[in-house]
Every structure is written in C-alpha cells, then in structure tokens.
C-alpha cells in the first residue's frame, strides 16, 4: 500500500541552524500539508501546498518558514533560523484531491538546543 | 474558531472492556469529523470519518456518530484489545477548508 514517507526520523540542531525536513508523499497525490505536534500540546496545521503554491498557511508560518517541492516527489519544509520552540514533531500530509482523506508520515521529531 | 476538545489521558482499560474517548468540536458551518489513531512509531492512521450530522462511521470496531445537537463525535468500542494501545485523536476539517483541526490526543493503555 502506498504511503507518504518521512526523513529524518530524528533531528537534533542547535538553536539558529536552519533545518529541511524532508517528504515523499504518495505519487498521484496533488494536496500536500506540514502540521506539527510540540510534545504535550495539539496537532496543528501550519501550510497546505497545492499546484506548487502555498493554498493555506497559518500564523505559526512565519517568514522563517518555507516549503517547496522541488522535483515533483518530494516535499519540504525548511526552517531557516530553528528556535527552541521549534522542537516538535513534525508531520507530513497528502491527499488525491480536494475533500479526500488525508494520509499522513510517521513524522520527524526536531530537537532544538 | 473551529476548535477540538478531547478527554484527557491516559485511558487504561483491561482487555474486553467498553472503551470511550469523548471528542467535542466548535465549528462554524458543518464540519467534517474524523478519528486518526497514531500507533507507537507510526504516523497518523485514519480510522473512521463522518461528513454530516448523524453519519455513523466505524472501522475495526469502533464507531463514532456525529451528533450536531450536542457537538459531539465519541468514540466507541464494545471490546479493546491489547493491540487497540494507542494514541487517538480527534478532528475536523472546517467547511471549505482543506486542513484538519486536531484535539489534543488521548492515549489508551489496554492489558491482557
């Protein structure tokens, strides 16, 4: 069965470095999507990611934040100066098509020093 | 704001027990509702979904229906096994938006 796949499992960086974390989601999916979990706390929702632009994106995706697909099979969000209270778990999403169920990575946890 | 209450954990049940898990929402418009179930080292799973007020939806065993009059969306399962050990979360995706709204998870312990 296809599924969307995560790498690195694990991340520990020190505060200020930038960090990619990296997504394959599934191959004829067309919506992909961050969320994070910071131990403890929600999941939430940070960016949608359709026709190779941000659809959606919520205020925790400041300007530190990007993401982009840069070969038609992986997705990746990239934090550019990583902060203490960046450390979570961060999880990639991707669906067929507008209104399908979302399938989901098993994650990355980020530690930040 | 579209929100997602979930009852606190740990939940630990015995094996063959009635299980549970209360999820209640704020939403405007009609949401859709989803239960996912994160496995230890897993992503998150999609276990059972209701797109309108009371649709039944269930999988595996555990049903959820979607009562508009009280905002709810429990769970329910009439016999956990020691397999069912996982974390469970709540969500809903707000109409016409793509992106899920997750409580905060309530993890279930069950023993043989």
């Known amino acids: 069965e296809p599924e969307v796949t995560q790498t690195p499992s694990h991340q520990v960086t020190q505060m200020g470095q930038e960090v990619i974390l990296r997504c394959v989601p599934i191959?004829?999916?067309?919506?992909f999507y961050w969320y994070r979990q910071i131990l403890g706390q929600k999941v939430e929702f940070l960016v949608s990611f359709y026709n190779n632009e941000i659809s959606e994106k919520s205020e925790i995706f400041d300007d530190q934040f990007s993401v982009e697909r840069p070969d038609g099979s992986n997705f990746t969000l990239k934090i550019r100066s990583t902060k203490l209270e960046d450390s979570a778990m961060y999880f990639c999403?991707?669906?067929?098509?507008?209104?399908?169920?979302?399938?989901f990575g098993p994650g990355t946890r980020l530690l930040v020093l | 704001g579209n929100s997602v209450t979930q009852m606190e954990g740990p939940v630990t049940l015995s094996e063959e027990a009635f299980l549970t898990i209360n999820c209640t929402y704020t939403a405007t418009g009609y949401p859709s509702l989803f239960w996912y179930v994160q496995y230890p080292g897993e992503g998150l799973q999609l276990l059972l979904k209701?797109?309108?007020?009371?649709d039944k939806g269930s999988n595996k065993g555990f049903e959820a229906t979607y009562r508009k009059e009280t905002t709810s969306f429990h769970l329910e399962k009439g016999s956990v096994q020691v397999s069912d050990s996982a974390v469970y979360f709540c969500?809903?995706?707000?109409?016409?938006?793509?992106?899920?709204?997750f409580g905060t998870g309530t993890r279930l312990l069950v023993s043989p």
């Open positions: 969500a809903l995706r707000p109409t016409g938006f793509q992106k899920l709204v």
């Open positions: 191959s004829n999916h067309l919506y």
């Open positions: 209701a797109t309108k007020a009371d």
């Open positions: 999403a991707s669906i067929s098509g507008a209104g399908e169920t979302q399938y």
